[in-house]
């Protein structure tokens, strides 16, 4: 089933797109715990400008030397504002290496594979939450075998397996990597962002074949749906944070 953006969606996306980009204070740690600091930081960091563009914020005088302060900007308001103005899921991916912002919506599915876009054309396929393949990211995640990780994940329960990625060489051949992982269910927290509020379960995940190693986190709802995480797309592009702010 196909779900197009909406002129709204679209117009939203665009903007969220053209926000500032810049985060303050995500340090080195890329742990689960950093996600909810990251999309904090993101939050702030775009809340003047969206809440300007949404027609948020109030509007302050010059100082004395003639600049004119930040406006006050409720961050809540503005992910409320962004809300208002789409229909369906909305999420925000931030990539960790580079702090670049994307907004995504779902644009079609084939069972328990959707595929979320952005405006300028990225795409994230997700398999029940669980990143599948990339596209427009430049060294994508071309595909995946992740069944087994996906039923753990979403199971909430403890588990060792192995994850196969796919990649398109610099010969355009494509390239296989295998890696053997570890997930640990962790503590309760309660993930409250957008319309997005609900206790889950922190499920980490650790993988390593050689010297490569990555660690991913989920943050998993009674309904096993994942709510936020930080997942690994491949060795160039490093990890991406995701918050949806609508399911």
């Not at 328990?112 to 876009?117: E, F, I, L, R």
């Not at 990211?137 to 595909?143: E, F, I, N, Q, S």
């Not at 922190?202 to 010297?211: A, D, L, Q, V, Y």
């Amino acid at each position: 089933m196909q779900h197009g953006f909406t002129k709204r969606t679209s117009r939203i996306t665009g903007l969220m797109l053209a926000a500032g980009l810049a985060l303050s204070g995500c340090g080195s740690d890329r742990e689960g715990t950093e996600l909810s600091r990251i999309t904090a930081e993101l939050v702030k960091s775009t809340g003047k400008q969206l809440g300007s563009k949404l027609g948020g914020g109030k509007e302050e005088k010059p100082d004395s030397a003639g600049a004119a302060p930040a406006a006050a900007t409720d961050p809540n308001a503005v992910v409320a504002k962004a809300l208002a103005a789409t229909k369906g899921p909305i999420a925000l991916v931030v990539r960790i290496e580079t702090k670049a912002v994307l907004a995504i919506s779902p644009v079609g599915q084939n069972g328990d594979y959707v595929t979320w876009g952005s405006a300028p054309g990225q795409g994230l396929t997700f398999q029940r939450g669980v990143l599948a393949n990339t596209r427009g990211l430049g060294d994508d995640l071309m595909a995946s075998r992740i069944d087994t990780a996906v039923s753990a994940i979403t199971a909430r329960r403890n588990a060792t397996y192995k994850r196969e990625h796919t990649y398109l060489g610099d010969l355009g051949q494509n390239t296989s990597l295998v890696v053997d992982c570890t997930l640990t269910r962790g503590k309760t927290e309660r993930v409250s962002l957008g319309a997005i509020n609900a206790d889950a379960v922190i499920m980490k995940e650790s993988c390593r074949r050689g010297e490569i190693a990555f660690n991913n986190v989920y943050w998993v709802d009674g309904n096993g749906r994942v709510l936020k995480s930080s997942q690994w797309v491949g060795q160039r592009i490093g990890s991406l944070a995701i918050q949806n702010l609508r399911l």
